[in-house]
């Protein structure tokens, strides 16, 4: 028992970072048509960033069959700014697409959090 207990202590100390921000989650998704087939969408994400060595990176828009229509990269840690919300103009999308998720990144985790579906206006 005391062995797994060091263990447990030094991966902690190895690993804090990671162990104290979880996935990044999408909170809400607003999404208005300016063109044909083209979007603007605004998207609030909630992340614990801790700085550069993990912070949510990116949010995309994907389709049903997983085609991803646009992608709003996050250059920097949101460390004292969450929930934050960012957007991204003139997505095109196909006529015919009815609804697509929301997903967010971040640079630890990947892909996993809360997703949102929306539907196209």
């Not at 801790?50 to 949510?56: I, K, V």
């Not at 929301?102 to 929306?118: K, P």
Request: with cysteine; aromatic share 8%.
């Amino acid at each position: 028992m005391r062995i797994l207990s060091t263990v447990l202590v030094v991966v902690l100390l190895i690993c804090p970072i990671a162990i104290q921000a979880g996935e990044a989650d999408v909170l809400k998704v607003e999404v208005r048509k300016t063109g044909k087939q083209t979007y603007h969408f605004s998207v609030t994400i909630q992340h614990e960033d801790t700085g550069w060595d993990h912070y949510a990176d990116k949010w995309d828009i994907v389709g049903v069959d997983g085609t991803v229509y646009g992608t709003r990269t996050l250059y920097h840690p949101h460390v004292n700014e969450q929930p934050f919300t960012r957007s991204l103009s003139g997505v095109g999308i196909p006529a015919g697409i009815r609804k697509v998720t929301v997903r967010a990144h971040d640079s630890v985790h990947q892909y996993g959090g809360n997703v949102m579906e929306v539907a196209l206006p």
